[in-house]
């Protein structure tokens, strides 16, 4: 084996990919300055009982998991920063103001989410902190719309979903609430077959509400057939009118779709959910939703939501970057080459020097202009190269 073989689902980020990427989280983050998200930055690793605070199984069995050799305490490589940030929120900042931050970062996953996908995400998101009104979710959800269409995604298709359907069911139901976790994973692969098996000795009007959820699936019309079949309990009629009211703000700007059953988020989310999908991609682009338990966890409870991408993914839906047109200027000390480099380079160009022996050679940039002598012998100037 070559001894620079990289790990399955783990991968070197080249130039004009890693630019792409980069130029991507750099107009992401500002946009989310000029909503006033402030930014934070989460460490890599923390012990695994903090990073699991509030997360539910999914983040424990995705999280890679080491030894500290200064404490003898287990690590864990952050698998998503959504809690991390929460924990910011609830501990070090104390506020009990609206607090929005936002964060960009490398994650790790034990296993990769799909066949093609990375085990190392760059973790982008937004989260809004101290409002449980639906304001925070509809500008959650306008913020992940904005960047996908910052990023050039014009064709995006928003699925609404919502928590409090479920509990809402459950909670009619002592033996379907003790199985939650079965019938989350059972909804989530919308298993039809598994979810009958599971649910033979629930009460029959819960059963049923079960059974229709995986078929509650479509446009906006769904939130209407779902009032008529589902049972008439304030919690499912509270959780619907948010759907309505989200995707009614997001008309014109994708297309909306409702989907009952799906429930694939870290199984903190605790109200409306979203994922966004751009063409090309069977996977979501986006996810977000409302998760108001997770500060709770962490001793102060906090209203919480906010959404999350991967900028790797999205930066390879982009087409290649244009190579970026620069400047070649020859090796040398002399005062005036040099002041005149720095004058480029501060007004933004490339200017890069040939070092001796090179004077050809390119990669990523393209030199359209070269830096000379004038025949005078005496001052620098451009030359166009055609
Ligand atoms: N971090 C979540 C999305 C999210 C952010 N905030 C709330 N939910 C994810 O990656 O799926």
């Known amino acids: 084996m070559p001894n620079w073989l990289l790990p399955e689902h783990i991968a070197d980020v080249l130039p004009s990919e890693a630019r792409k990427i980069e130029e991507l989280r750099r107009q992401m983050l500002d946009n989310f300055r000029l909503y006033g998200y402030e930014l934070v930055m989460p460490p890599l690793l923390e012990y695994v009982e903090s990073l699991m605070t509030g997360a539910g199984q999914d983040t424990e069995l995705r999280t890679f998991k080491l030894v500290d050799q200064i404490s003898g305490r287990m690590l864990g490589l952050r698998a998503d920063m959504t809690t991390q940030v929460a924990r910011i929120d609830a501990h070090l900042l104390n506020r009990n103001s609206v607090t929005r931050l936002c964060y960009a970062g490398s994650v790790l996953h034990t296993r990769p989410s799909g066949l093609h996908t990375t085990r190392e995400p760059l973790q982008i998101g937004a989260e809004i902190y101290g409002h449980a009104g639906l304001e925070a979710d509809a ?9 996908l269409a910052m990023a050039g995604f014009t064709d995006v298709r928003l699925d609404l979903s919502h928590v ?12 379907a609430a003790k199985d939650e976790a079965a019938l989350y994973l059972l909804l ?5 077959p598994g979810l009958e098996t599971q649910t033979a000795g629930y009460a029959p009007a819960i059963r049923a509400a079960l059974l229709a959820l995986p078929s509650l699936y479509g446009d906006v019309e769904v939130l209407k057939r779902a009032r008529d079949v589902l049972p008439d309990l304030p919690g499912i ?12 703000s ?19 989310e605790s ?6 999908y751009v063409p090309g991609l069977p996977n979501a682009v986006a996810r977000g939703g409302r998760y108001d338990h997770v500060g709770e966890a962490f001793g102060r409870a906090r209203p919480a939501t906010g959404f999350s991408m991967d900028l790797r993914e999205l930066a390879r839906l982009l087409p290649t970057a244009e190579r970026k047109h620069s400047i070649r200027a020859p090796w040398g000390n002399a005062p005036e ?9 501060k007004a933004g160009e490339v200017v890069i020097q040939s070092l001796p022996g090179h004077s050809n050679e390119q990669d990523e940039f393209e ?16 030359k166009n190269l055609g």
Do not use: T
């Not at 109200?271 to 966004?276: R, T």
């Not at 030199?367 to 100037?381: M, P």
């Open 250 to 268: 997001a008309i014109g700007r994708a297309d909306v779709a409702i989907d009952l059953a799906d429930l694939r988020g870290y199984q903190y």
């Open 271 to 276: 109200g409306a959910m979203f994922a966004l």
């Open 237 to 248: 009629a509270k959780a619907l009118a948010e759907l309505a009211a989200l995707a009614a």
């Open 188 to 192: 989530r692969a919308k298993d039809v």
């Open 367 to 382: 030199c359209d202009r070269a830096l000379v002598l004038d025949d005078s012998g005496s001052n620098w100037i451009l």
């Open 139 to 147: 500008e959650i959800q306008e913020l992940a719309l904005a960047s």
């Open 164 to 175: 409090g359907v479920l509990r809402a069911i459950l909670a009619e139901d002592p033996a």
């Open 337 to 345: 080459l040099k002041e005149k480099i720095a004058e480029l380079r």
